[in-house]
């Protein structure tokens, strides 16, 4: 069973065991437009809550992507290498970030639930 | 202060418009289909553009050609009626206070039209300068709208605006109170129209029932500006560059460079006898990232010569494109430079401006 949790910088993160994938919402990518570059990290890098783990760049700027929760990156998504626009497309499905483990499961409690979240941007 | 409105901004709101600020305007950025697509489309069909934002003004009287000769490097007395050119205003040190379009509109009529940002410097400036000469300067209100691309000027034949005769910078005022330019700043062929704001909609109504035409926001202006090599003045162009390092010497007439009398002359000279400390220049970064404005450029060997001034993605030539001023012995065509963006350094060419060709209507 997979429970998906929100975050106020528009990040969803999935979660299932002690692990988790990231994306950003689809309000967050109409926000930002058109992807043409993705700037993933390395496999294997620690991230604490609220660090930059992603650089996403549109046509017009470049925005980070914030850990939701500490952890470790254990994947990135490959293909956005030659399809950023998988993003905007598909961003809760095809279009994820990285996966992470998690170091800290009690810090999922302090983001929101999907009704939260949607609250936050009606 | 408190944001300026377009007059059309319900016709904006409307057609589902994301809004930003910019140079202290409510501007539409994108609508529903997207930067990426807006482009593509200007360059295929017909974009439509509001840039009410941009001043005009009327210069009116007897020394109205004199008045604009002192204020820009240009040889207004010899601009033919019905002809644009592009000039700037310079400070005393011949920087660039912004970049101008100045149409002869009769023997002692001229229009001027200026950026957003610059509007009330230029005023300012403009104004100063008119208390020397025998013409009345009038800031005009009216909608700018621009349609880009090769469809614009059957699209305005099906609005009732027979514009065919226009060549690449040159203009009429087709209705009272309307000015219209065969000009742009997207590299295609395409038109700038001003107008009455309460005659705006309906005109604006005409040509969007052309289905070659759409709304194009703000974020494609600047991708499409700057893939046809384009300066954005306040990113491009500043009162710290001069037009010798800024490449827009073209734009000056060579007996101007020597014997004008404009504003900032002097130095102009200075900077021509001494060669300009750096110049602008095309990049193109290797790899698919965007190297943005601000970004450090360095050579091989780790010196500093430059620095990125506009940067981001070409749509149509399907790369990251940027613009930038180096020092002079690292401006040739092909000199590989780096970037550092996040602590990458990313590797970059110098690249012939435009990155797309201009496509403008020439007679």
Redesign the interface.
Known sequence: MSKTYFTADHEWIRVEGGTATVGITDYAQEQLGDLVFVELPEAGKAVKKGDSAVVVESVKAASDVYAPVDGEITEVNEALKSDPALVNTAPTGEGWLWKMKLTDEGQLSGLMDEAAYKATIA | MSEKHLPLEAMHEEAGA?FGAFAGWRMP??YPA???KE?IHTREKAGLFDISHMQLFAVDGPGAAAFLARACPLDAAALGEGKSKYTVLLTDAAGIIDDLIVTRLGPDRFMVVANAGNAAKDEAHFRKIAEDFDVRFTPLKRVLLALQGPDAESVLLGAGLDLSDLTFMTAVEPRENWFASRSGYTGEDGFEIALPPDEARTFAEKILADERAMWIGL??R??LRLEAGLCLHGQDLDEITDPASAAILWAIPKPLREQGRFIGADALRRILAEGPRETRIGLKPEG???V?AGAVLMTEDGRTVGRVTSG??G?SVNH?IAMGYVAEDASAVGTPLFAEV?GNRIPMNVHPLPFSPHRYRRG
């Open positions: 994301r950025l994108t997207g930067v990426m482009h974020a494609a600047d991708s698919r990232q965007p943005r981001g993605f749509p990251p996040r």
